[in-house]
């Protein structure tokens, strides 16, 4: 089994800056890669940012690409999730994910329980 744990969530205001970070931990024998998706009340889930773990290679959702900037440390199994110039719209749950692959059960997509961002002007 493979754990995923995010922190670093809470209120903020417009224009501030939050660093979320997302650690995997267990049998992450093969990590494929970790992200965010978020969720904002009444919505469904979203993307938010993703990172490989062959090549570092970053995907991120348009409505955040010039403001958050996803990173990892490889070698801990964490990724962080930095956000500038938060916006009213940010607030959301965000939840992190790692994609895990091994012999026995293929790629599977383990998830966090979330962090919550609120966003306030």
């Known amino acids: 089994q493979v754990q995923v744990m995010e922190s670093g969530g809470g209120p903020v205001h417009t224009g501030d800056s939050l660093r979320l970070s997302c650690a995997a931990s267990?049998?992450?024998?093969?990590?494929?890669?970790m992200g965010w998706f978020r969720q904002a009340p009444g919505k469904e889930r979203e993307f938010v940012a993703a990172i490989t773990w062959s090549g570092g290679a970053t995907f991120y959702a348009d409505s955040v690409k010039a403001r958050f900037t996803i990173s990892r440390d490889d070698a801990k199994n964490i990724i962080y999730l930095q956000m500038n110039g938060l916006k009213s719209e940010d607030t959301a749950d965000y939840y992190c994910y790692a994609n895990v692959y091994s012999y026995s059960t293929g790629s599977v997509d383990y998830w966090g329980q979330g962090t919550q961002v609120t966003v306030s002007s």
């Open positions: 267990g049998r992450t024998f093969t990590m494929h890669a």
